[in-house]
């Protein structure tokens, strides 16, 4: 089945900040609102729904992509959890991390770092989940998915919470996703630029000016 998703349009500018809780400090920082966070936990909801009603009765090994994708694992988490106690089906659940790097200041650049690749052994013959934060070009989640292939997993399939609009992809699309969104820099709810705006309930279009103030 494919996945279903929120389209966000080019041309949407977002929310004003004054209609919702931003960080003093990072008031200046931002343009607007792009997606509430209420939105993003609705999404996120759906998107539980769905990956149970088609991995259900499999054990499942969740493989959260880290840092970004840390805020999207734990609420995805969280609500498998509550359709395990609260439905006719469930899917049996272990967790584990890995982190990669791709992004030096607001560009992706062509090298993956990949971090607790030597982990990656342990799925093998398993049920793999992959949840990331966001895919924008493809090519970081396609060097991951071939580590992972050749550790000859059961299944693998991908969350992500974003997929970004971009002329740089490779047309690589996950099994599910929540918001298909322009190409923006983007931060909050866990995205950041150079660790910062990690603390942001929303997600956010960064301002041109705190590229600069930011930058390493």
């Known amino acids: ?82 359709l395990n106690q609260n439905s006719d089906k469930s899917m049996p659940l272990t967790v584990d991390f890995i982190r990669l790097k791709s992004y030096s200041n607001d560009q992706s650049t062509n090298c993956v770092k990949v971090i607790g690749a030597d982990e990656l052994t342990g799925l093998s013959g398993k049920n793999v989940l992959v949840v990331e934060d966001i895919i924008e070009t493809g090519k970081t989640m396609e060097t991951l998915l071939t580590l992972l292939n050749e550790c000859q997993p059961k299944m693998v399939k991908v969350a992500s919470l974003l997929v970004k609009r971009t002329p740089r992809s490779s ?26 705006f990690r603390d942001l309930n929303h997600i956010c279009i960064l301002s041109d000016q705190a590229k600069e103030k930011y930058k390493v």
């Open 1 to 82: 089945m494919a996945s279903s998703y929120l389209e966000i349009d080019d041309e949407d500018e977002g929310y004003a900040l004054c209609l919702f809780c931003i960080p003093r400090h990072y008031e200046e920082d931002l343009d607007s609102v792009l997606i509430p966070n209420g939105l993003i936990k609705d999404r996120t909801e759906r998107m539980a729904r769905d990956i149970v009603r088609d991995m259900a009765a499999q054990h499942i090994v969740a493989l959260c992509v880290l840092k970004g994708g840390y805020t999207f694992f734990a609420d995805l988490m969280d609500y498998i959890k509550t």
């Open 171 to 196: 047309g690589y699309r996950p099994d599910y996703f929540g918001f298909e969104v322009p190409d923006k820099f983007l931060v909050g709810y866990a995205l950041d630029y150079n660790e910062y």
